[in-house]
């Protein structure tokens, strides 16, 4: 499926609403608030919160319009679980980057919708008053057509999906909603209506969009003509002139029905009736949703173009089981600022599990993070960050981090942590993607111990992809005795991190190594005792 259903196109377009709406008014877009709006997904807040959902569309947004933007961070917030449309997508990705001329005149397009965008969504969004709302109404039907227009002009594309957008947005030409926008509209007993809609002896009033109609005009007809008159000598002067004064104040009334109260009428009769139409037209929806997407399409190749490191499509496929492996992997977050960031290669298939090790400030949770990121750049059929890659499409991506339980929880840290473990292996499947950091925290050591080794053989026999961030290396251990899993670590040389990931299982905390850095090693803590008087050294012994 291309398309989406009428009913998610008009959801889209409500929230489409509220990012222009915001960008209308000359404030930074609030991808924050969005976040808060949006549904949970394959991928529940929490995990999108944890591999930083909101830097990772900063990262790669390089979209020209309001509602791309908003377009590409729903996609990040909803990575796609069918795999017709991710490979549509990639398609299309591949046309444009081997395309210069469809690049070119589809950047000429965005920039005039972009031009015209905020009027538009100005009108949608209702931000105007009855009494100016002429020149909003007439801004919105201006951007409209001047859409249709410019999408006439873009050249055919190959590729199923960039050709199925471009008829979106082309098929809203022959709607009836938009010949009501290009005149005339009548309001009738059953709405506004556009003259195909109605018969020659429909009950109807035509709709100007302007104050200077006949009914305003008509109450200064007497004044004026007795005016000329009196002017021209035509009549006795006194009577001209006390005939035109007489009348001159039916103009009052014109001015009062053209200033107020046509503009209040049409405004709710009229104006408020037509964007309704439009904000219920399929047609419509569908045509600005197509104009998003296309945009996100570009932000893609903008994407891949800044990244300072190879991009690839990676190869999807939607076998029963997940995996993962990618040559030269990195995270497109930090890489995009760092020429230098160092690649690592993963190989998730096969394995089920993927024990990480190794000190803290090694790399361990940026590795983590990379691969989950790059899932979501994969199912959204944008580029990822390695030279190259075969990825498996994920049902659900869930990534646990440690959090200190609340007041309001009684179970206390341990029963925080394990009910969002429990939460996530009662959710996963076979096609899972899931990332723990530590587990059965908040209890003893043997507990710890024995609970992860329960939890772990769990999501063993579920058989999805499960890396486990830990410490605990006698847990590893246990597991590679019975020949479960991989086993990696961060790579040391000397006591600095190389930021590689190796085979392997560290011994090493270098707890010590860190607390010297920020000044609380052992001889830091004595040292502050002995200064501040709390302790003595002891004394010496006299010599006899």
């Known amino acids: 499926m291309l398309e989406m259903d009428s009913e998610e196109l008009i959801t889209e377009l409500n929230f489409k609403h509220v990012i222009v709406d915001e960008r209308a008014q000359g404030k930074e877009?609030?991808?924050?608030?969005?976040?808060?709006?949006?549904?949970?997904?394959?991928?529940?807040?929490?995990?999108?919160?944890?591999?930083?959902?909101?830097?990772?569309?900063?990262?790669?947004?390089?979209?020209?319009?309001?509602?791309?933007?908003?377009?590409?961070?729903?996609?990040?917030?909803?990575?796609?679980?069918?795999?017709?449309?991710?490979?549509?997508?990639?398609?299309?990705?591949?046309?444009?980057?081997?395309?210069?001329?469809?690049?070119?005149?589809?950047?000429?397009?965005?920039?005039?919708?972009?031009?015209?965008?905020?009027?538009?969504?100005?009108?949608?969004?209702?931000?105007?008053?009855p009494l100016i709302a002429y020149s909003d109404y007439q801004a919105a039907v201006n951007a409209i057509e001047r859409m249709l227009v410019a999408t006439a002009k873009l050249p055919q594309p190959e590729t199923v999906y960039l050709d199925s957008l471009f008829k979106s947005i082309a098929s809203f030409t022959g709607s009836a909603t938009r010949s009501m926008l290009v005149g005339p509209v009548f309001r009738t007993w059953h709405g506004v209506k556009a003259r195909q809609e109605i018969s020659a002896f429909t009950p109807a009033i035509r709709f100007r969009p302007s104050r200077l109609g006949i009914g305003s005009l008509l109450p200064a007809f007497p004044g004026l003509i007795f005016g000329a008159a009196w002017l021209s000598g035509l009549m006795e002067p006194a009577v001209a002139k006390a005939l035109c004064l007489g009348t001159s104040w039916f103009s009052v009334v014109g001015f009062i029905y053209g200033g107020v109260l046509k503009p209040m009428v049409d405004y709710d009769t009229a104006i408020l009736p037509v964007r309704q139409r439009?904000?219920?037209?399929?047609?419509?929806?569908?045509?600005?949703?197509?104009?998003?997407?296309?945009?996100?399409?570009?932000?893609?190749?903008?994407?891949?173009?800044?990244?300072?490191?190879?991009?690839?499509?990676?190869?999807?496929?939607?076998?029963?089981?997940?995996?993962?492996?990618?040559?030269?992997?990195?995270?497109?977050?930090?890489?995009?600022?760092?020429?230098?960031?160092?690649a690592t290669d993963v190989n998730l298939a096969g394995a089920r599990m993927t024990f990480v090790t190794g000190p803290n400030s090694g790399g361990k949770t940026t590795f983590c993070k990379t691969i989950v990121q790059n899932q979501i750049l994969a199912q959204i059929g944008s580029p990822v960050v390695a030279s190259g890659a075969m990825i498996n499409m994920a049902d659900r991506i869930t990534y646990q981090a440690p959090a200190f339980d609340t007041l309001s929880d009684s179970e206390g840290r341990f029963g925080t942590e394990l009910k969002v473990t429990r939460d996530i292996f009662y959710s996963v499947t076979p096609q899972s993607l899931t990332i723990l950091d530590e587990i059965a925290e908040g209890t003893t050591t043997h507990e710890k111990v024995s609970f992860s080794v329960d939890?772990?053989?769990?999501?063993?026999?579920?058989?999805?992809?499960?890396?486990?961030?830990?410490?605990?290396?006698?847990?590893?251990?246990?597991?590679?005795?019975?020949?479960?899993?991989?086993?990696?670590?961060?790579?040391f040389l000397?006591?600095?991190?190389?930021?590689?990931?190796?085979?392997?299982?560290?011994?090493?905390?270098?707890?010590?190594?860190?607390?010297?850095?920020?000044?609380?090693?052992?001889?830091?803590?004595?040292?502050?005792?002995?200064?501040?008087?709390?302790?003595?050294?002891?004394?010496?012994?006299?010599?006899?």
């Open 29 to 129: 877009f609030n991808i924050r608030q969005m976040f808060d709006l949006l549904p949970a997904t394959i991928a529940d807040k929490r995990t999108l919160r944890v591999v930083e959902i909101h830097n990772l569309f900063k990262a790669i947004d390089h979209t020209l319009t309001m509602v791309g933007s908003a377009r590409l961070f729903h996609s990040l917030m909803n990575p796609s679980q069918s795999i017709e449309l991710v490979h549509a997508k990639q398609d299309s990705y591949c046309e444009l980057e081997n395309n210069e001329r469809l690049q070119g005149a589809i950047c000429e397009f965005l920039a005039d919708f972009a031009k015209s965008e905020a009027d538009l969504f100005k009108f949608l969004n209702v931000h105007t008053h």
């Open 278 to 342: 439009l904000i219920d037209s399929n047609r419509f929806a569908s045509a600005i949703e197509s104009v998003a997407a296309i945009d996100e399409l570009m932000s893609f190749v903008g994407f891949s173009r800044a990244m300072p490191h190879p991009t690839v499509l990676p190869e999807i496929t939607n076998e029963e089981t997940h995996f993962f492996v990618a040559k030269n992997l990195r995270n497109p977050i930090i890489a995009k600022d760092d020429p230098n960031f160092v």
């Open 494 to 544: 000397g006591d600095e991190p190389t930021h590689r990931i190796i085979p392997g299982i560290s011994t090493d905390s270098h707890a010590l190594r860190v607390a010297q850095k920020i000044g609380f090693a052992p001889e830091d803590i004595a040292s502050h005792l002995r200064q501040n008087g709390y302790v003595q050294d002891a004394p010496e012994t006299s010599k006899s």
């Open 455 to 491: 939890i772990m053989n769990g999501f063993y026999a579920v058989g999805n992809n499960t890396i486990l961030v830990t410490h605990s290396f006698e847990l590893v251990e246990s597991f590679q005795a019975q020949a479960k899993g991989q086993y990696l670590q961060v790579e």
